[in-house]
């Protein structure tokens, strides 16, 4: 079961967005709304509420368009297809945007591509998104453990992970490989991350 | 000093060059979409090279206090091959991106008959998007290249005040400036133009609606150009606020048409104990 995190509303945005761009998201919403189930229409013509989920950013300003596109995807009830699309035509933003929304759109496990693509690269941005509840509900033991350990090499904070606690308990597997980076760094003469005795500790495996 | 490089190419650069770029006072660019050196064969390469000036680069860019913007579009010399075309139905769906300031680089390089078609259509993709043109004028027979690029924007839907007619000099800066576009200089190492040559154009022009890049990418080329053409036109006498209009208010108004420009950089979240790129990877 995954614990999603609550899903924004119109009501929780509408105080921090002014006139033009309130105004903006409910024409935006709307049109998601109407948008077609994704089996239906004909596949070519671009529908108008994924223009305006590409174009949230400049409209409601960056440091909204993380909520607004989540919205979007549920008020147009985005499917894996869509959000496949979406995530693999989408800018480093959008795609942040689809991943963020992967635990209230997708309950099986068919979205794991899009979270392995994202864990694949060096964006702190993705990566920070990608270990999400969606993660902590379907990734692989092995694909998850490194996903912790990209978060510790790329300075993403544990703090993102979700379900660590729950899952990293008694993950013997994981302790040896953080035991092992620690030892890596501390023979390099470097740092090692407060965070990586904070995962090791909730293992529990400590030697 | 602020400086906001409106044309350069740093897919190709290092993360020495963004620095020392961020100590020179460059705080904001533009990336247009240009040829790599080696041609593509497919589209499919393309979208990948879009999707990187739109996820990766930007990313990187922030990391040094940069906003990183781009341009995008079929570039006119693989406009001629005919694999390659395709990328013209796709990009609508480009267009529409935060990131995307302006269509480009767009123009002539042989000024042949695919090079016809790619310009026309992307101006008029430039009109239907609201998006301003960065239009690159040919290295070979330039003169005339630039004359027919003004008569090919002319007869399209997009305003002349809308395009941005770049790596001008001394024998085309009169015609460019007559057409009521944008002016653009690229200041190279031995090439194109120098900061000597730039302060000579300014005396004789003005700075109105002049542009000044140092269009670095994998050729000789130097990513602080910006910088010193801002220190020669410093030491010819012009004074601190000509400098900030050629080098920040003037691309700040050309590339703010698109109105996309997003100066404040949001440093990406989460970055201690050296992040993933001072380490060059994993």
Redesign the interface.
Known sequence: MISNPPAPTREDLAPRLDAAAGAWLDAALAEAAAALDENEGDNVA?APWE?RF?????HCG??H?DPVRTLLLQEARAGLTTLTRLYH?G?????RAVLLALPLRVTGPGALPLVEDALR?????LV?AAVGPYAAAHLDPHSWRHAILKCL?????VA?VDGLDRRAHGDAELARMLADFAAERTAAG??V?ADLYHALHLTGEES | MRIFDPHIHMTSRTTDDYQAMYASGVRALVEPSFWLGQPRTSPESFFDYFDALLGWEPFRAAQYGIAHHCTLALNPKEANDPRCTPVLDALPRYLVKDGVVAVGEIGYDSMTPAEDTALAAQLQLAADHGLPALVHTPHRDKLAGLRRTIDVVRESALDPERVLLDHLNETTVKDAAESGSWLGFSIYPDTKMDEDRMVAVLKAHGTEKVLVNSAADWGKSDPLKTRKVADAMLAAGFGEDDVDRVLWRNPVAFYGLSGRLQLEVAAPEALHEGNSILRGGE
């Open positions: 671009v223009l590409a174009a949230a950013g400049r960056q440091e368009a035509q800018t480093a933003a959008e795609r690269t060096n964006d702190t941005r920070a090499f790329t300075g993403v904070p993102a470097r740092p991350p």
